[in-house]
Nanobody, 124 residues
Framework: QLQASGGGLVQAGGSLTLSCKGA????????VGWFRQAPGKERECVAI????????YYADSVKGRFTISRNYATNTVYLQMNSLKPEDTAVYYC???????????????????WGQGTLVTVSS
């Protein structure tokens, strides 16, 4: 079970940090991705961190602005979002993926568990 939090209303150029808290020790064995879905658009992957935190993926639209990290002691994955733009407005979801082989996938269908979503609104 995943619990996402940290969304809110921020002005363009501002920052927010999203948190995704997992339950149980098994959470540390999962890759975790952050996805977002804007009204009328498909869900897209914005960032992924592998279970070892060695591999990280960022969508081109957020590279250099977003940073994903994880804290094993607290079972939490963070998404630090800087220089926010109005086009970053969306519901953000975290999800976990058990990767048996290779790198984590960016496809939503490959993820096993999802958080409830947290709304990020960036005003211009």
């Amino acid at each position: 079970q995943l619990q996402a939090s940290g969304g809110g209303l921020v002005q363009a150029g501002g920052s927010l940090t999203l948190s995704c808290k997992g339950a149980g020790r098994a959470f540390s064995t999962y890759a975790v991705g952050w996805f977002r879905q804007a009204p009328g658009k498909e869900r897209e992957c914005v960032a992924i961190i592998s279970r070892s935190a060695i591999i990280a993926y960022y969508a081109d639209s957020v590279k250099g602005r977003f940073t994903i990290s994880r804290n094993y002691a607290t079972n939490t994955v963070y998404l630090q979002m800087n220089s926010l733009k109005p086009e970053d407005t969306a519901v953000y979801y975290c999800a976990s993926q058990l990767v048996a082989y290779g790198s984590p996938s960016a496809r939503p269908s490959e993820y096993d568990y999802w958080g409830q979503g947290t709304l990020v609104t960036v005003s211009s």
